[in-house]
């Protein structure tokens, strides 16, 4: 009997260390998938790094298609997972009905806000960091017209081509900005080939720089741009790397940092929103040996000087998503 | 809308058709044949992933091409055997081969490369580089010609040219030769020709292949022409757009290089708003010209403009004895 005993209480003592063992944070990656070289690869570096100092483990999940979000979810936070990450602005809606189920799961989300005692959310001041690389733009464009392609048409991508179209002004008031989005569904954020057709369009009506901000699309915008022997600049991780002397800089978007971040805290993860902007390195421009060559001197200071100015609130750059107006460009 | 955008757009067009055109003509050998098709996205799929991963590995266009073509073949063996040798529903066998694609081909570039289902970008002899046409740049500076020749005609790579010639091609095969009688009697009355001693499943398996064939090329242009590199999904939904080209050709050659035209040239305008808009004065949005295509199809299989009578004994397997 005592041995029974023994038995049961190292078996249920057992199940405790697995029960801890099993609060693992975990990470979901949205449709753009684990290795877009963009968004969602920047959210996997910054798992990466925080298992690599920590030693833990954590589980991830790619999404396939929109009716997994809520499910997906929901297994998670069933299987333990403590906090639970997710990329992008999609899970939205999920997130909502799902939180109030879990009060005991933290959840992050990036890119949106959710309201719930147990959600932190993560904004970028992503407008801040494409003004930054809109003057850079200015600068570097010789023929005055740059350009603009989107992924998926929504607020959230018009605010970067906004901040974008006025830091392109800041710099040459009398410049063109060319806009295009890819497309009206999330399919948007993956067809290399119409960004590479979209790039070819924009250098036709006398763009020599284009920005792509369209996860997996902006391949195909690089290289057409690469192709082509015009400029182009990359968004979210720092893309200067994918055509060495053919990218002018990336508009970074510390994603990695936020991930990092939230699976640091872990079980204590604060609640609330997050607003990560130039103030707190949140945002802001890839500088590395493969676009030395590319940005001068004068460019630098020049960027450097408004990014002061922006960080002291001196200068205020327009947020698309605070009115869905843009001062400076039409969609 | 001046001359120089028009030939941005015309350049455009031809590079959006020519992946519909190789798939469309692909399906067109299928169904003449009696076998309908709706996998050649999952075939273009396949290939483009094969031929980017083989030309990135032997640093040779040509390799990738023969891989991406094997693979295509391959994978429309696979539905020769499952439609016509086993009389399976071809639909679904085209349905299922589609959903295999695009699962197997992340999974292989991931194991490959691993680089979440991409294969590293290709460069130089790697890729198939843009060809500038005998006497382009001479002929440059003559009025309205020499622009457009220089910037529509010339300067695409090997494999646009060879898609314009398939048409011909095919229009000879399947007109001019024995074989091409006997493919077209094989999709509308398999038993006259059974009866003639001509074997039904030998002439299906050879039309099948030659959609493996078609549907490669296909699939490495986009990913060794066009881009750099395979990506997940990066047919993006083009197979199919191809069959709604074919069914609006109503299954004849020549029609379907114009209907791959008109349709990459829609795609082309999606791509530039503001010309649309300039010329029509009405802002359209973008998505209603993306979709203009299966507008399209739909109002010819509905009638509105001629007939489209598919061949007859398209989707029924052929059995020999009841």
Known sequence: ?331 | MDYATLLQILDSTIRLATPLLFACLAGLYSERAGIFDIGLEGKMLMAAMSSASVAFLTGSVWAGLMAGILASMLMAGIHGVASITFRGNQLISGVALNFVASGITVLVAQRLFGQGGRTPPLEGEARFNPITLPFAEELQGVPILGPLYYEVISGHSLLVYIAVLTVPLTWWILFRTRFGLRLRAVGENPAAVDTAGISVVGLRFAAVAITGILCGLAGAYMATALQAGFGREMTAGRGYIALAALIFAKWRPVAALWACLLFGFFQALALRPDVVQAVVQVKIPVPFLDALPYVLTVLVLAGFVGKAIPPRAGGEPYVKER
Request: glycine content about 12%; some cysteine; aromatic content about 8%.
């Open chain 1, 1 to 331: 009997m005592t041995l029974m005993k023994q038995f049961l209480g190292a078996a249920a003592t057992l199940a405790l260390t697995a029960g801890v063992a099993t609060a693992e944070p975990a990470i979901i990656f949205d449709l753009g998938g684990k290795f877009d070289k963009s968004f969602n690869e920047a959210a996997f570096n910054g798992a990466e790094r925080w298992a690599q100092e920590t030693g833990g483990t954590y589980k991830e999940l790619e999404m396939q298609d929109e009716a997994q979000r809520e499910q997906a979810l929901r297994r998670l936070a069933e299987a333990g997972s403590n906090p639970v990450v997710m990329t992008g602005f999609a899970f939205g809606d999920a997130l909502s009905k799902v939180a109030p189920d879990f009060p005991d799961t933290k959840f992050a989300i990036i890119d949106m806000v959710v309201d719930a005692p147990n959600v932190k959310s993560v904004v970028f001041n992503e407008h801040e960091g494409s003004y930054l690389v809109g003057m850079m733009a200015g600068l570097a464009s010789k023929t005055g017209t740059v350009g603009f392609i989107g992924g998926m048409d929504i607020p959230l991508i018009r605010k970067f081509g906004c901040g974008y179209a006025q830091g392109v002004k800041a710099v040459n008031p009398d410049a063109t900005v060319v806009l295009n989005m890819t497309g009206t569904t999330p399919a948007a954020w993956n067809d290399p080939v119409k960004g590479a057709e979209l790039a070819k369009g924009q250098k036709a009506q006398g763009a020599d720089v284009i920005y792509a901000a369209a996860g997996g699309t902006g391949v195909g915008v690089l290289q057409a741009a690469a192709d082509e022997g015009i400029l182009s600049i990359g968004v979210d991780s720092n893309q200067n790397y994918m055509h060495p002397g053919k990218v002018l800089t990336s508009m970074l978007k510390r994603v990695d940092n936020a991930v990092y971040e939230a699976f640091k805290e872990g079980t204590n993860l604060t609640p609330g929103i997050n607003v990560m902007g130039l103030a707190n390195d949140g945002v802001g421009y890839a500088m590395d040996e493969n676009n030395a060559s590319l940005v001068t001197p004068e460019m630098q200071a020049a960027v450097d000087e408004a990014a002061a100015k922006i960080k002291s609130g001196e200068l205020v750059v327009h947020d698309y998503m605070s009115d869905n107006t843009c001062p400076a460009a039409t969609f």
